[in-house]
Protein backbone atom coordinates (compact mmCIF):
# COMPACT_ATOMS: atom_id res chain seq x y z
CA UNK A 1 0.00 0.00 0.00
CA UNK A 2 3.42 2.34 -0.11
CA UNK A 3 2.39 3.78 3.26
CA UNK A 4 5.96 4.39 5.40
CA UNK A 5 6.49 2.49 8.55
CA UNK A 6 7.31 4.73 11.46
CA UNK A 7 11.10 4.47 12.48
CA UNK A 8 10.24 1.65 15.40
CA UNK A 9 13.86 1.87 17.63
CA UNK A 10 12.80 3.39 21.13
CA UNK A 11 8.90 3.32 21.02
CA UNK A 12 8.91 2.51 24.58
CA UNK A 13 10.37 6.12 25.73
CA UNK A 14 8.59 9.03 26.81
CA UNK A 15 10.08 10.93 24.17
CA UNK A 16 9.32 9.07 21.21
CA UNK A 17 7.55 10.56 18.14
CA UNK A 18 4.53 8.39 18.07
CA UNK A 19 2.62 10.93 15.36
CA UNK A 20 2.78 8.77 13.01
CA UNK A 21 1.00 6.16 14.66
CA UNK A 22 -2.41 4.86 13.71
CA UNK A 23 -5.41 5.15 17.02
CA UNK A 24 -7.07 2.23 18.31
CA UNK A 25 -8.55 0.84 21.30
CA UNK A 26 -8.28 -2.59 23.10
CA UNK A 27 -9.11 -5.46 22.27
CA UNK A 28 -6.87 -5.51 19.23
CA UNK A 29 -5.90 -8.10 16.86
CA UNK A 30 -3.30 -8.47 14.27
CA UNK A 31 -1.76 -10.79 11.82
CA UNK A 32 -2.20 -12.77 8.67
CA UNK A 33 0.56 -13.81 5.56
CA UNK A 34 0.54 -10.13 5.04
CA UNK A 35 1.60 -9.01 8.23
CA UNK A 36 3.74 -12.48 9.20
CA UNK A 37 6.86 -11.91 11.78
CA UNK A 38 5.33 -8.00 13.13
CA UNK A 39 4.65 -7.44 16.63
CA UNK A 40 1.72 -5.22 17.35
CA UNK A 41 3.65 -2.18 19.67
CA UNK A 42 1.09 -0.10 21.78
CA UNK A 43 1.53 2.90 23.72
CA UNK A 44 -0.60 5.27 26.36
CA UNK A 45 0.09 7.84 28.21
CA UNK A 46 -1.87 8.14 31.48
CA UNK A 47 -2.02 10.89 34.58
CA UNK A 48 -2.55 9.05 38.02
CA UNK A 49 -1.91 11.89 40.05
CA UNK A 50 -1.20 11.00 44.02
CA UNK A 51 -1.31 7.38 45.23
CA UNK A 52 -0.15 4.66 47.08
CA UNK A 53 -0.53 1.05 44.94
CA UNK A 54 -0.92 0.52 41.36
CA UNK A 55 -1.28 -2.60 39.74
CA UNK A 56 -2.09 -3.19 35.55
CA UNK A 57 -4.54 -5.60 34.73
CA UNK A 58 -4.39 -7.41 31.75
CA UNK A 59 -7.56 -9.45 30.51
CA UNK A 60 -5.17 -11.36 28.49
CA UNK A 61 -2.68 -11.36 25.63
CA UNK A 62 -1.95 -14.02 22.87
CA UNK A 63 0.68 -15.35 22.59
CA UNK A 64 2.96 -13.19 24.80
CA UNK A 65 4.03 -9.88 25.76
CA UNK A 66 6.18 -6.84 26.98
CA UNK A 67 5.12 -4.78 29.11
CA UNK A 68 7.36 -1.09 29.23
CA UNK A 69 6.55 1.81 31.86
CA UNK A 70 8.30 4.97 31.84
CA UNK A 71 10.87 3.07 29.31
CA UNK A 72 11.69 -0.06 31.95
CA UNK A 73 10.79 -3.35 31.48
CA UNK A 74 7.88 -4.08 34.21
CA UNK A 75 6.67 -7.48 33.29
CA UNK A 76 7.46 -10.61 30.39
CA UNK A 77 4.07 -12.02 29.89
CA UNK A 78 4.72 -15.88 28.03
CA UNK A 79 0.89 -17.12 28.22
CA UNK A 80 -2.19 -16.43 27.50
CA UNK A 81 -3.98 -16.28 31.29
CA UNK A 82 -5.05 -12.73 33.00
CA UNK A 83 -2.38 -10.96 35.05
CA UNK A 84 -2.39 -8.20 37.65
CA UNK A 85 1.29 -6.60 37.15
CA UNK A 86 2.58 -4.37 40.22
CA UNK A 87 3.72 -1.07 38.42
CA UNK A 88 3.95 1.05 41.76
CA UNK A 89 7.91 1.37 41.35
CA UNK A 90 7.95 2.37 37.83
CA UNK A 91 5.15 4.79 37.77
CA UNK A 92 5.54 8.41 38.87
CA UNK A 93 3.10 10.60 40.95
CA UNK A 94 1.70 13.46 40.02
CA UNK A 95 3.10 13.24 36.29
CA UNK A 96 2.65 11.69 33.32
CA UNK A 97 3.21 7.95 32.37
CA UNK A 98 4.07 6.00 29.12
CA UNK A 99 3.22 2.36 29.67
CA UNK A 100 4.08 0.53 26.27
CA UNK A 101 2.93 -3.11 25.47
CA UNK A 102 4.76 -5.20 22.43
CA UNK A 103 2.52 -8.26 21.46
CA UNK A 104 4.82 -10.74 20.09
CA UNK A 105 3.34 -12.06 16.64
CA UNK A 106 2.60 -16.01 16.38
CA UNK A 107 2.86 -18.82 13.75
CA UNK A 108 1.02 -22.10 13.58
CA UNK A 109 4.48 -24.54 14.23
CA UNK A 110 1.87 -28.09 14.02
CA UNK A 111 -1.46 -27.33 11.81
CA UNK A 112 -4.23 -29.39 12.59
CA UNK A 113 -6.89 -30.72 9.76
CA UNK A 114 -9.03 -27.58 10.38
CA UNK A 115 -5.93 -25.00 10.38
CA UNK A 116 -6.67 -22.33 7.68
CA UNK A 117 -3.75 -22.46 5.11
CA UNK A 118 -2.33 -19.30 6.31
CA UNK A 119 -0.13 -20.24 9.47
CA UNK A 120 0.01 -16.56 10.93
CA UNK A 121 -3.30 -16.81 13.06
CA UNK A 122 -4.06 -13.28 14.46
CA UNK A 123 -1.73 -12.26 18.02
CA UNK A 124 -4.17 -10.90 20.11
CA UNK A 125 -4.26 -7.79 22.69
CA UNK A 126 -6.85 -7.61 25.43
CA UNK A 127 -7.83 -5.16 27.52
CA UNK A 128 -5.92 -3.38 30.26
CA UNK A 129 -6.58 -0.90 32.73
CA UNK A 130 -4.63 0.49 35.95
CA UNK A 131 -6.01 -0.31 39.33
CA UNK A 132 -4.85 2.49 41.81
CA UNK A 133 -5.86 1.48 45.33
CA UNK A 134 -4.45 1.71 48.92
CA UNK A 135 -2.85 -1.03 50.70
CA UNK A 136 -5.93 -2.81 52.01
CA UNK A 137 -8.30 -2.99 48.78
CA UNK A 138 -11.71 -5.03 47.49
CA UNK A 139 -9.69 -8.15 45.73
CA UNK A 140 -12.63 -9.69 44.21
CA UNK A 141 -16.24 -10.07 44.11
CA UNK A 142 -18.95 -12.08 42.84
CA UNK A 143 -22.88 -12.08 43.69
CA UNK A 144 -25.64 -14.34 42.03
CA UNK A 145 -28.99 -14.88 43.01
CA UNK A 146 -29.72 -17.97 45.16
CA UNK A 147 -33.22 -18.18 43.29
CA UNK A 148 -35.61 -15.23 42.17
CA UNK A 149 -38.10 -15.32 45.10
CA UNK A 150 -39.81 -11.97 46.50
CA UNK A 151 -37.36 -11.03 47.96
CA UNK A 152 -34.84 -12.21 45.81
CA UNK A 153 -31.92 -13.86 48.47
CA UNK A 154 -28.40 -12.26 46.31
CA UNK A 155 -25.18 -14.38 47.67
CA UNK A 156 -22.21 -12.23 47.42
CA UNK A 157 -18.88 -13.46 48.02
CA UNK A 158 -15.82 -10.52 48.27
CA UNK A 159 -12.46 -10.97 48.97
CA UNK A 160 -10.88 -8.27 50.79
CA UNK A 161 -6.91 -7.79 50.84
CA UNK A 162 -4.78 -5.88 53.62
CA UNK A 163 -1.38 -5.53 52.35
CA UNK A 164 0.24 -3.86 55.51
CA UNK A 165 1.48 -5.08 59.04
CA UNK A 166 -1.90 -3.23 60.67
CA UNK A 167 -4.84 -4.78 61.33
CA UNK A 168 -7.81 -3.46 59.64
CA UNK A 169 -11.08 -2.56 60.83
CA UNK A 170 -13.82 -1.24 59.19
CA UNK A 171 -17.21 -2.34 56.79
CA UNK A 172 -18.07 -3.04 53.42
CA UNK A 173 -21.06 -1.56 52.11
CA UNK A 174 -22.97 -3.36 48.87
CA UNK A 175 -25.72 -1.45 47.02
CA UNK A 176 -27.57 -3.21 44.25
CA UNK A 177 -28.55 -1.10 41.64
CA UNK A 178 -31.14 -0.76 38.96
CA UNK A 179 -29.40 -0.59 35.78
CA UNK A 180 -31.04 -1.26 32.51
CA UNK A 181 -33.12 -0.32 30.80
CA UNK A 182 -33.53 2.12 33.21
CA UNK A 183 -30.78 3.40 35.47
CA UNK A 184 -31.32 4.44 38.76
CA UNK A 185 -29.30 6.81 41.42
CA UNK A 186 -31.42 4.81 44.46
CA UNK A 187 -30.17 1.61 45.31
CA UNK A 188 -32.56 -1.45 45.45
CA UNK A 189 -31.18 -3.02 48.60
CA UNK A 190 -28.55 -2.16 51.25
CA UNK A 191 -26.39 -4.24 53.16
CA UNK A 192 -23.41 -3.58 55.34
CA UNK A 193 -20.92 -6.15 56.91
CA UNK A 194 -18.70 -5.45 59.46
CA UNK A 195 -14.75 -6.46 58.17
CA UNK A 196 -11.58 -7.25 59.91
CA UNK A 197 -8.61 -8.19 58.64
CA UNK A 198 -5.16 -9.55 60.06
CA UNK A 199 -2.34 -7.67 58.95
CA UNK A 200 -0.97 -9.24 55.54
CA UNK A 201 -4.05 -11.04 55.17
CA UNK A 202 -6.70 -11.73 53.18
CA UNK A 203 -10.35 -11.91 53.79
CA UNK A 204 -13.46 -13.77 52.32
CA UNK A 205 -16.68 -12.13 52.96
CA UNK A 206 -20.10 -14.46 52.55
CA UNK A 207 -23.38 -12.38 52.64
CA UNK A 208 -26.85 -12.49 51.54
CA UNK A 209 -28.24 -9.53 50.37
CA UNK A 210 -32.50 -9.12 49.74
CA UNK A 211 -33.52 -7.82 46.87
CA UNK A 212 -37.22 -6.71 47.01
CA UNK A 213 -39.69 -7.30 43.83
CA UNK A 214 -36.87 -7.93 41.69
CA UNK A 215 -37.00 -7.07 37.95
CA UNK A 216 -36.42 -10.45 36.55
CA UNK A 217 -34.44 -10.85 32.97
CA UNK A 218 -36.22 -12.69 30.04
CA UNK A 219 -34.89 -12.60 26.43
CA UNK A 220 -37.75 -9.72 25.60
CA UNK A 221 -37.47 -7.69 28.86
CA UNK A 222 -33.76 -8.17 30.03
CA UNK A 223 -33.84 -6.24 33.56
CA UNK A 224 -30.02 -5.83 34.75
CA UNK A 225 -28.94 -4.59 37.85
CA UNK A 226 -25.16 -3.32 39.10
CA UNK A 227 -23.99 -4.14 42.40
CA UNK A 228 -21.32 -1.73 44.19
CA UNK A 229 -19.33 -2.54 46.83
CA UNK A 230 -17.13 0.23 49.15
CA UNK A 231 -14.98 -0.59 51.29
CA UNK A 232 -14.76 2.16 54.63
CA UNK A 233 -12.46 2.17 57.54
CA UNK A 234 -13.50 3.30 60.63
CA UNK A 235 -13.06 7.23 60.23
Same mark, same amino acid.
Given at each position: ?????? *????? +??? /? +??????????????????????????????????????? @??????? /???? *? @?????? $?????????? $??? %? $??????????????????????????????? %????????????? /????? &??? *? %? @??? +????? &?????????? &???? %? &???????????????? +??? *?????????????? $???????????? @???????????????????????? /???
Amino acid at each position: DFEAKP *EIRGW +YKA /D +YDDGQWEPDELPIVHGSERFAGESLYLRNKVEVGDFTKA @VLNIETI /DPAC *E @VWVNGE $VAAVVNDRYP $VRI %D $VTKYLKKNQSNLIAVRVKPFTVEIPMHHTPT %DHNIGWFAGRMWL /DIREE &TYI *E %D @VLV +YAKDV &TDPAPMQSRI &TISN %D &TRKPFEGRAVIKFYPW +YPS *ESSEPAATETIAVK $VRAWNKKVLENV @VNVPKPKLWTFDNPNLYSVEVTLE /DNS
